[in-house]
């Protein structure tokens, strides 16, 4: 049974500051990782994919990926009240079309 | 403007009815997915299709139905035979996968 893990949080970050958002997954076959942002009550709204080791940045999101140790993250600089929603990490097996969604983590940047 | 349609955006449903679910993408992607999403639960899939005429069963296919006539349109049935079909169902398209899947703006079911 593949298992993405999150944190559900909430994860409450001050306006400005870095929010540190992480995933563990199980499958060592995993190839593709995801970044999913959901607001309340909305479709969830892919931010960032990565599939190589290291850091992967667009705008005020990075994504860092470590296939040893099984683990993704998403840093969001300069943390803004428009990024409270909950983020959905997501994992893809290699020659799979199915990812597996993590159950999401809830945060909240407060003014 | 590409994307994934849905519709409807709220349905209601009496016990004992079925409903059809619609889901169309202009993305040319090839594959598709239901996924129902409940508070708490996450994200579980239901069915899946990667070519016309061709899906399979997800984690919890049971009391749903599908069809893939066309590479654009994926609908999903919610029979009778679904014992809680009350929740937040989401269609999505993908290329390959590799890229990631794009959602529609989902349908939330609520049965009365």
């Known amino acids: 049974q593949k298992e993405v893990e999150q944190n559900s949080g909430p994860l409450s970050v001050p306006e400005g500051a870095i929010a540190s958002l992480n995933c563990t997954y199980s499958d060592r076959g995993s190839q593709s990782f995801f970044w999913y942002r959901q607001y309340s009550g909305k479709s969830p709204e892919l931010i960032m994919f990565i599939y190589s080791n290291g850091d992967k940045e667009d705008g005020r999101f990075t994504a860092q990926l470590n296939k040893a140790s099984q683990y993704v993250s998403l840093l969001i600089r300069d943390s803004q009240p428009s990024d409270s929603a909950t983020y959905l990490c997501a994992v893809l097996e290699g020659g799979s079309y199915i990812p597996t969604f993590g159950r999401g983590t809830s945060l909240i940047v407060h003014p | 403007d590409g994307g994934i349609t849905q519709s409807p955006k709220y349905l209601f449903r009496k016990e004992g009815q079925n409903v059809t679910l619609s889901c169309e993408q202009n993305?040319?992607?090839?594959?598709m997915y239901w996924y129902r999403q409940d508070p708490g639960q996450g994200l579980r899939l239901i069915y899946y299709?990667?070519?016309?005429?061709?899906?399979q069963k997800g984690d919890i296919a049971e009391g749903y139905s599908v069809s893939r006539e066309k590479k654009e349109s994926f609908p999903l049935t919610v029979t009778s035979a679904q014992k809680n079909p009350t929740a937040f169902y989401l269609c999505a398209s993908s290329s390959d996968g590799k890229t990631g899947a794009f959602f529609g703006q989902g349908t939330r079911l609520t049965v009365v």
């Open positions: 299709s990667q070519i016309v005429n061709d899906f």
């Open positions: 993305l040319n992607h090839d594959a």
